[in-house]
């Protein structure tokens, strides 16, 4: 591996115990009947969905660096795919959260839009790592 995507591996590395914090913060929430939490829908759903996609995302982030060096790319492609792909699992989750960061938020702020960049910079990383790895 080579030390570039080494140290994108510890970046995503060390976002696994904030992903932890908050899986035990949001049961705490459940358990414990949080208001502005368990009686808010549209932000339980969000949060959720945060956590959920932070998870996964660094999973597959970090299985892609193991791809990016095997690729027949330009040095420059290859750290553009490592970007973008390591964008999205922070990008993605902190729309889901910052759009309904206070209790009372019943519909998602224009901060929802952080999705939609990780999400953008998720499918531009993984095309570039997947035609890297065909070429």
């Known amino acids: 591996m080579s030390p570039a995507s080494l140290t994108m591996a510890g970046v995503l590395l060390i976002t696994v115990p904030t992903i932890a914090f908050g899986g035990v913060t949001l049961l705490k929430f459940l358990m414990r009947g949080v ?9 339980r759903g969000l949060w959720r969905a945060g956590h959920a996609h932070a998870g996964v995302l660094v999973l597959f982030s970090l299985v892609a660096m193991l791809y990016v060096d095997q690729t027949g790319l ?6 553009l795919a490592r970007l973008l792909i390591v964008a999205a699992p922070i990008l993605m989750p902190l729309g889901f959260f910052l759009s309904v960061i206070r209790p009372s938020d019943t519909k998602p702020s224009r901060l929802i839009g952080l ?15 997947g035609v890297g790895l065909l070429i």
């Open 35 to 43: 208001p502005g939490y368990i009686d808010n829908p549209v932000r």
């Open 74 to 79: 330009p040095e420059g492609l290859k750290w």
């Open 115 to 129: 999705t939609v960049a990780g999400g953008a910079c998720l499918a531009v990383g993984a095309l570039t790592l």
